[in-house]
């Protein structure tokens, strides 16, 4: 499966972030991507405002019937990797990753479960997204396309037994769209992709945000897609782009069965 990676530097202007996406729906259909992901708030970078964009997003039509259509139009399976919505059991905001499948039919959504309170050594000095957005509980899944493709957010990515549970569970890919910090990718982000893929022998795709939003708010990008191996197929440096890499199933199961690791683990 070719998959695009759209990585962006979305900001607090919404209309115009749904006007990017638009642009790399189109282009990675182009490409000849079967699937395109977007990053961690990709539609909306802007603390202050989620709760009324998650308002906005439950009203007919909004723009996530925009990306319906274009997922159908251009006949490509989207991933927006977080959006505020309520979540579907209790009426919070939550972080949410949203699918569609090349019909334009929306195929599942998971709400971030691991929320990014941390001080960092940055000009942002204090992140605390548990003031914004409720956790959410669900482990999901969705098959797109014929692989497994199991979902994560950003934060998600330092807690390795929801990885563990994705692959138990049948995952092929592991998706990790992202707004990692410039301060916390640069000595986390690459190590923590690969670490993923090589425990569970799984490419893992990381969708970043890659650039300067505020006068105190940075992310790193290097948007990248790491093999089963662990070994980094390509990736993006900073700024908008996109970076269509190749999917092989094969190269799952030929690295599965050389060394069948979950089929050697033990209990402690």
Same mark, same amino acid.
């Given at each position: 499966?070719?998959?695009?990676?759209?990585?962006?530097?979305?900001?607090?202007?919404?209309?115009?972030?749904?006007?990017?996406?638009?642009?790399?729906?189109?282009?990675?259909?182009?490409?000849?991507?079967?699937?395109?992901?977007?990053?961690?708030?990709?539609?909306?970078?802007?603390?202050?405002?989620?709760?009324?964009?998650?308002?906005?997003?439950?009203?007919?039509?909004?723009?996530?019937?925009?990306?319906?259509?274009?997922?159908?139009?251009?006949?490509?399976?989207?991933?927006?990797?977080?959006?505020?919505?309520?979540?579907?059991?209790?009426? &919070? $905001?939550?972080?949410?990753?949203?699918?569609?499948?090349?019909? !334009?039919?929306? +195929? /599942?959504?998971?709400?971030?479960?691991? #929320?990014?309170?941390?001080?960092?050594?940055?000009?942002?000095?204090?992140?605390?997204?548990?003031?914004?957005?409720?956790?959410?509980? &669900? $482990?999901?899944?969705?098959?797109?396309?014929?692989?497994?493709? !199991?979902?994560? +957010? /950003?934060?998600?990515?330092?807690?390795? #037994?929801?990885?563990?549970?994705?692959?138990?569970?049948?995952?092929?890919?592991?998706?990790?769209?992202?707004?990692?910090?410039?301060?916390?990718?640069?000595?986390?982000?690459?190590?923590?992709?690969?670490?993923?893929?090589?425990?569970?022998?799984?490419?893992?795709?990381?969708?970043?945000?890659?650039?300067?939003?505020?006068?105190?708010?940075?992310?790193?990008?290097?948007?990248?897609?790491?093999?089963?191996?662990?070994?980094?197929?390509?990736?993006?440096?900073?700024?908008?782009?996109?970076?269509?890499?190749?999917?092989?199933?094969?190269?799952?199961?030929?690295?599965?069965?050389?060394?069948?690791?979950?089929?050697?683990?033990?209990?402690?």
């Amino acid at each position: 499966m070719k998959v695009a990676l759209a990585q962006m530097i979305s900001g607090a202007d919404a209309t115009l972030n749904l006007g990017v996406i638009k642009n790399r729906i189109k282009e990675a259909s182009e490409k000849g991507a079967e699937l395109v992901i977007f990053p961690e708030n990709c539609l909306l970078m802007d603390s202050a405002n989620y709760a009324t964009y998650a308002d906005l997003l439950e009203q007919s039509p909004s723009p996530l019937d925009e990306i319906s259509e274009l997922a159908a139009k251009h006949e490509i399976a989207v991933i927006l990797g977080s959006v505020p919505m309520y979540g579907e059991d209790e009426r &919070k $905001v939550k972080a949410v990753a949203v699918a569609w499948n090349k019909q !334009g039919e929306k +195929i /599942c959504r998971y709400e971030k479960i691991h #929320l990014f309170d941390a001080r960092v050594g940055d000009a942002h000095g204090v992140y605390r997204e548990s003031a914004f957005f409720a956790p959410g509980n &669900k $482990v999901v899944m969705a098959d797109i396309n014929g692989f497994n493709v !199991g979902f994560s +957010i /950003c934060y998600d990515l330092r807690f390795p #037994l929801l990885f563990q549970n994705l692959r138990l569970q049948g995952a092929d890919i592991v998706i990790v769209p992202a707004a990692f910090t410039q301060f916390t990718g640069e000595a986390h982000w690459e190590p923590l992709l690969r670490a993923r893929a090589i425990e569970n022998q799984m490419y893992v795709l990381g969708i970043n945000q890659g650039g300067t939003h505020t006068p105190t708010r940075e992310t790193y990008g290097r948007t990248m897609a790491v093999d089963p191996w662990g070994t980094v197929v390509d990736s993006l440096e900073k700024g908008e782009g996109l970076l269509v890499v190749d999917i092989c199933k094969d190269k799952i199961l030929d690295i599965r069965n050389s060394m069948p690791v979950f089929e050697h683990r033990r209990k402690l």
